[in-house]
């Protein structure tokens, strides 16, 4: 991981883009009223669409992190910890925004599992950069 993204460093410069954009969709997909998405066959299976937005969301917040960070001992923990609260957080404004959406606990078990999957991901990652003691700075 280390000699690709020091080989090819728009890898590491496209992170924060990727993330930015994959958080602004989640927001537009999980936030504004259903009727005002189209219907996407992707999203038809609505938990694995869950477990699938926030699994990406941790990841790559994690592999920001990991690429950004001068220390390689991040706590991946607190990592998906967050990636857990903010999709609680989600669901807490569906019930409380108006409109036709509605919060629901299998949602945020959907988004905690896709979490936790990104987590055990990412688990690899640091280990090995931890192995090769070489950091991205």
């Not at 477990?51 to 950004?68: D, H, K, R």
């Not at 949602?107 to 003691?133: F, M, T």
Request: aromatic letters at 16%; proline letters at 4%.
């Amino acid at each position: 991981m280390t000699d690709l993204l020091q080989r090819y460093r728009f890898l590491r410069t496209a992170i924060p883009p990727v993330f930015i954009l994959w958080t602004l969709l989640m927001l537009v997909l999980t936030l504004l009223p259903s009727e005002s998405i189209p219907e996407a066959q992707v999203f038809s299976y609505d938990k694995i669409g869950h477990f699938g937005m926030f699994a990406g969301w941790t990841f790559f917040l994690g592999l920001y992190m990991i690429a950004y960070k001068e220390k390689v001992d991040i706590n991946l923990f607190l990592l998906m910890m967050a990636g857990i609260a903010f999709g609680a957080f989600i669901e807490f404004m569906q019930y409380v925004l108006p409109g036709d959406r509605t919060a629901s606990w299998g949602d945020i078990i959907a988004n905690a599992i896709g979490c936790i999957a990104a987590y055990l991901a990412l688990h690899p990652v640091k280990n090995y950069l931890k192995r090769s003691r070489k950091t991205f700075s």
